[in-house]
């Protein structure tokens, strides 16, 4: 074995330089690819991102020009509410997980639960959608259920995040907080998660891109169907108010699924394209907004 | 005297809340189990078949029933495409996952951090449809053209599936390789070691606990997938062949039957078992994640 | 200090948003079923239509004209499949259940489908179609029975090139496979070594047909496309709507909205306008279908046809 800095004989040394070379050529193919897939999606629907009557009007059911206004909308509420009802069930096991849960049988199960919970298929979490809230709480297809849903698929991932934040955060911070006479609950609330957030709101705009495009999970419970969304309707109750939540939605990646399954309107492969090109520049703007927050938060807190 | 039982609720009120964030979650998962088992098991409880004849069988036809007059439900076909295809994913996949993990922890850190990362994190939000799309225009043309036969089937899938599983595991990888700690690095290159020779000898067999959680993931995502999996794979419910035939897997005859069967019809109800199966395997991949995390424990202690 | 405060304030925020959504949801305050009040001729209240996918769009279509002429109905249509309209409706869980088959193929308990009244708003025509290399126009039933049974297995036994067939069949439940099963095979049994592809939506269909060599499949008529892949007549018939109505052509089938033996005023109103002229005459006809007034023959559950 060499014994001094440098001593490497020349085999090793070449390789060390052939091995990196292999390296940078897989790196590099990985790059290629993934680059020619999403330059591929932009561009194949580049004719349809900047046409703003595409990006609002109606689907046609079997004419052209139809657009994905009720779409890009329900794609937007229906993350909003999943977050709405995900982020702070998270973020309360999080908090339980890593500041009050003792290592014991408790926390072991806990933990086993969400890991299963995270594994589980997109497609059984559809199909028990559909089963438990579509048929056995009669809620039909409609945002709820669809929200519900993807509230499972997301739990997992932000607990996750928010538990590694929360872990992250200094031992003294901690301390201090507690040496204060503060309750542990106080020092959760008042230092733990200030200073986690950061991490934990790029966590969660991270995670809404994942939600994004979740289509299997959403077939059998936001449904196929686009209801026309009169946006002046403010009565809660009808299927053409935007906010109503008892309403059959479907999102964008569902209609791309949709439509390339039974759709019969001329301009299919236009609009499937289009709608795929909208769903990643969605998913790129979450991913800049993420990197953005992240790093404006971090900067406030540490400034002051 | 009242300050310190003040303090006391309030040490309460953040357990009581936390505590019921962590039972709704656990709820809800043992309601999801509980509904799909329920379901699923009501072809063998209600409907009278066999397990053995379902999980060994052979032969997928619920429309006909078979010598013994009950209705052919064999999903074997499906489990043994399934694993064909993860295992397969898995393989194309981890040459790709681990050796820019390597790279973007070893080799060029800023690159992985600034270039790398960002664009496997965009992949991830793509929708499975869309990767379906790909696969049924460029890849299965592709493996017709490479491999003969029609050009659907698990070489196709595995094919798509592996790049929809890239960013799981390199990203996971990568989080294993970055967490092998600094000081055993030191220490080989210390020694004189190259760069490669501290990457084989070191940095990989300390973080192979890591690494084989990567890939279980992975073929859990793989095994999991429906969508685009259902375009390319061919769905022929028969034992698979070769990797250019048509297959089919549990996901994909369920996202293609579950919409066309009524509830209570022996169709319908094996279609849940199927489910059933989908839930009970990402369950034992869970498990062996455990293991393998345990061991890794074991090892370092 | 201060912004720690703010953020308290905001997780409790989220944190009350939650449990009010929470608490909304376990209230189960869900669409009720139908609040169908009828004032004199005018039909008010909500429908609900579940069901078959490549029904959707005609009855969206259909549901939109409605409610720009009647603003107090609330139509929502969706999808599901067949097996899902079937299962709805039979559970009265929703006002209509579309299918693309008669209920009585569907129901667990054949004698259920009695509790439910059967509307046929379309007939559906399917037939044949072929990829474009495969250099033949016509296939008499016999053949087209070979082919999906797996006896015949080179294009060049039907006078074909020498090319392998590659069948692409549909999910076992369609609505479409069911059709042209009935119609081609005719009791046949498919053995169980003949294991062909199978997808589930045409659209997928059409575009395996289109780029796979030496394929066939089937298709409705609305899925036809000449310049992708070609249809195929079937003993010397050509796939096209007048030979459907006539029965000449064979492989068709009903669309079908099912609704209880007692529907709601506003689910009558609605299956009445689906049947009257401002759908049959246009709306049907766009969709690639064919208005059921136009059929000079009908066909009942059972497949007997009468003139």
């Known amino acids: 074995m060499p014994s001094a800095k440098g001593s490497a004989t020349a085999s090793a040394r070449r390789a060390d330089k052939a091995a990196t070379v292999v390296l940078a050529c897989i790196v590099g193919l990985i790059c290629v690819a993934l680059v020619a897939i999403i330059v591929g999606i932009l561009v194949s629907g580049a004719g349809k991102l900047f046409d703003i009557n595409f990006l609002t009007a109606k689907p046609e059911q079997f004419k052209e020009g139809g657009g994905i206004g009720p779409e890009l909308f329900n794609s937007f509420y229906l993350l909003l509410l999943t977050l709405l009802i995900s982020v702070p069930v998270s973020l309360g096991a999080a908090v339980f997980l890593a500041e009050y849960a003792p290592e014991g049988p408790v926390t072991t199960v806990v933990k086993t639960v969400i890991e299963a919970l995270s594994s589980l298929p997109s497609i059984v979490v559809g199909l028990f959608g559909f089963l438990f809230f579509v048929l056995t709480l009669g809620w039909g297809f409609s945002i709820m259920s669809g929200a519900l849903a993807l509230t499972m698929f997301n739990i997992p991932i932000l607990v996750r995040v928010i538990q590694q934040a929360l872990e992250a955060v200094p031992r003294d911070q901690r301390d201090a907080g507690l040496a204060l006479g503060l309750t542990r609950w106080e020092t959760t609330l008042h230092i733990l998660v200030p200073s986690a957030m950061p991490a934990i709101i790029t966590g969660v705009i991270l995670s809404a891109g994942r939600v994004f495009g979740e289509a299997a999970a959403l077939i059998y419970t936001a449904g196929q169907s686009a209801p026309a969304l009169d946006f002046l309707n403010l009565n809660l109750l009808s299927t053409s108010c935007p906010w109503n939540v008892w309403r059959p939605a479907e999102t964008l990646a569902v209609h791309i699924w949709k439509i390339n399954s039974e759709g019969v309107v001329p301009d299919l492969t236009a609009i499937s394209n289009g709608t795929a090109a909208v769903l990643m520049v969605c998913i790129l703007l979450f991913n800049v907004l993420a990197r953005f927050a992240g790093r404006r938060l971090a900067r406030r807190l540490t400034a002051e | 005297m009242s300050k310190p039982l003040e303090k006391r609720r309030l040490e309460n009120v953040g357990l009581g809340i936390t505590g019921a964030c962590v039972a709704l979650v656990v709820l809800l998962v043992a309601t999801l189990v509980f509904m799909v088992a329920s379901r699923g098991l009501s072809t063998f409880v209600l409907d009278g078949i066999p397990v053995g004849s379902f999980l060994g069988g052979t032969t997928w036809n619920p429309h006909q029933t078979d010598a013994s007059g009950l209705p052919s439900v064999g999903a074997l076909p499906m489990i043994s495409g399934s694993f064909a295809v993860t295992l397969l994913s898995c393989l194309i996949t981890l040459p790709f996952a681990?050796?820019?993990?390597?790279?973007?922890?070893?080799?060029?850190?800023?690159?992985?951090?600034?270039?790398?990362?960002?664009?496997?994190?965009?992949?991830?939000?793509?929708?499975?449809?869309?990767?379906?799309?790909?696969?049924?225009?460029?890849?299965?043309?592709?493996?017709?053209?490479?491999?003969?036969?029609?050009?659907?089937?698990?070489?196709?899938?595995?094919?798509?599936?592996?790049?929809?599983?890239?960013?799981?595991?390199?990203?996971?990888?990568?989080?294993?390789?970055?967490?092998?700690?600094?000081?055993?690095?030191?220490?080989?290159?210390?020694?004189?070691?190259?760069?490669?020779?501290?990457?084989?000898?070191?940095?990989?067999?300390?973080?192979?606990?890591?690494?084989?959680?990567?890939?279980?993931?992975?073929?859990?995502?793989?095994?999991?997938?429906?969508?685009?999996?259902?375009?390319?794979?061919?769905?022929?419910?028969?034992?698979?062949?070769?990797?250019?035939?048509?297959?089919?897997?549990?996901?994909?005859?369920?996202?293609?039957?579950?919409?066309?069967?009524?509830?209570?019809?022996?169709?319908?109800?094996?279609?849940?078992?199927?489910?059933?199966?989908?839930?009970?395997?990402?369950?034992?991949?869970?498990?062996?994640?455990?293991?393998?995390?345990r061991r890794g424990a074991a090892k370092h202690a | 200090m201060h912004t720690h405060i703010i953020d308290r304030r905001s997780f409790v925020a989220a944190a009350g948003t939650a449990a009010l959504v929470a608490a909304c949801a376990l209230a189960g305050c869900g669409q009720g079923g139908t609040s169908a009040a009828t004032t004199g001729s005018q039909a008010s209240g909500s429908v609900t239509a579940v069901g078959s996918t490549a029904l959707q769009p005609l009855v969206e279509a259909a549901a939109e004209q409605y409610m720009g002429k009647n603003p107090s109905v609330q139509i929502t249509v969706q999808g599901g499949g067949s097996g899902q309209g079937i299962t709805q409706i039979a559970q009265g869980a929703v006002q209509i259940g579309d299918s693309d088959v008669f209920a009585e193929s569907k129901l667990p308990n054949k004698s259920d489908a009695s509790k439910l009244t059967d509307n046929k708003v379309a007939v559906v025509g399917m037939g044949p179609v072929a990829n474009k290399d495969v250099a033949i126009d016509n296939l008499t039933m016999d053949q087209l029975k070979g082919i999906f049974t797996g006896t015949i297995t080179n294009w060049s036994q039907v006078g074909g090139p020498n090319e392998a067939i590659t069948v692409i069949n549909r999910a076992s439940g369609s609505g479409t496979r069911a059709t042209f099963e009935d119609a081609v095979l005719a009791g046949t049994a498919v053995p169980d070594s003949f294991k062909p592809q199978e997808q589930d939506s045409s659209g997928t269909v059409a575009k395996m047909v289109a780029s796979t060599p030496g394929a066939i499949s089937y298709l409705a008529f609305s899925y036809f496309d000449d310049s992708q892949f070609k249809s195929l007549s079937v003993d010397g018939v050509k796939p096209t709507k007048d030979n459907v109505t006539t029965n000449q052509w064979k492989i068709w089938a009903y669309e079908h909205m099912y609704t209880s033996t007692s529907p709601d005023a506003a689910t009558k109103a609605f299956v009445d306008y689906m049947l009257g002229s401002d759908v049959q005459g246009s709306l049907v006809e766009k969709n690639g279908y064919i208005p059921v007034s136009s059929m000079k023959v009908s066909r009942d559950a059972s497949g007997n046809v009468t003139v």
Do not use: K
């Open chain 2, 98 to 293: 681990i050796g820019s993990a390597i790279f973007v922890v070893e080799v060029a850190p800023g690159f992985g951090r600034r270039v790398f990362q960002p664009i496997t994190e965009l992949l991830v939000g793509i929708p499975s449809v869309v990767f379906g799309l790909v696969g049924l225009t460029v890849v299965v043309a592709w493996t017709r053209g490479w491999a003969g036969g029609t050009g659907y089937g698990i070489l196709s899938s595995s094919i798509v599936l592996a790049f929809m599983i890239l960013p799981t595991v390199t990203s996971l990888a990568t989080d294993a390789l970055a967490a092998v700690p600094d000081g055993y690095r030191d220490g080989s290159y210390g020694l004189g070691c190259t760069r490669w020779q501290t990457v084989c000898h070191v940095v990989l067999p300390s973080a192979a606990p890591g690494l084989m959680t990567a890939v279980v993931l992975g073929m859990t995502r793989a095994f999991g997938e429906a969508l685009a999996v259902q375009m390319v794979i061919g769905n022929a419910a028969q034992m698979p062949e070769s990797l250019v035939t048509p297959a089919s897997t549990l996901t994909s005859v369920l996202t293609m039957g579950m919409g066309n069967e009524a509830m209570g019809t022996v169709y319908n109800d094996v279609l849940w078992s199927l489910a059933l199966v989908l839930m009970a395997m990402s369950l034992v991949f869970i498990l062996v994640i455990h293991l393998i995390g």
